[in-house]
């Protein structure tokens, strides 16, 4: 067998109408499907700017909100360290006054307990008198019985 020059133009024919015909019929549905995945790829890629973009944002913005929620956090503490400072004080301040209220009242209270043992010792000492005067003047007036009364009354005090 061999190349004729019939066959070969044959072939050639053949092989033509086989391109017009894939050409026609064959590739526009394969360019179209080409098309159709290249503008999907083409929309996922710019929907991951613009979810990269958004997620940068939100991160700034959370970033945002973190350090306004610091600077609050810590402004509270302070409002808060601030008051127990001043109820300390406070508290302070009310012992102190009740301390002075009972160390005079307690002056006083020791003021008047002296003030009735006073009383009662002069009471007793005006009774011994009395009574050293009353053992004198009852007996003769004698030296040494008068240095006697004297002592019992001094052991008496």
Same mark, same amino acid.
């Given at each position: ?34 098309? #159709?995945? =290249? ?7 710019? %929907?991951?700017? $613009?979810?990269? *973009?958004? !997620? /940068? ?51 006083? #209270?020791? =003021? ?7 009383? %009662?010792?002069? $009471?007793?000492? *005006?009774? !011994? /008198? ?28």
């Amino acid at each position: 067998m061999g190349i004729s020059i019939p066959s070969v133009l044959g072939q050639m024919i053949v092989f033509l109408l086989f391109v017009m015909f894939t050409m026609k019929y064959v590739w526009p549905p394969i360019m179209k499907a080409m098309e #159709e995945r =290249e503008a999907k790829i083409r929309d996922g890629l710019a %929907a991951a700017e $613009k979810g990269k *973009a958004a !997620l /940068a944002e939100a991160s700034s913005k959370s970033d945002e909100e973190l350090k306004a929620a610091r600077v609050q956090a810590q402004e509270i503490i302070a409002a808060a360290n601030k008051q127990a400072t001043q109820l300390v004080e406070k508290a302070k301040g009310d012992a102190t006054t009740e301390q002075q209220r009972i160390i005079a009242s307690g002056h006083a #209270e020791v =003021e008047q307990m002296a003030a009735q043992a006073r009383d %009662a010792l002069r $009471k007793q000492v *005006a009774d !011994l /008198a009395v009574s050293g005067a009353e053992q004198i003047l009852k007996r003769e007036v004698d030296a040494k019985a008068h240095a006697e009364i004297l002592d019992r009354l001094a052991a008496r005090i």
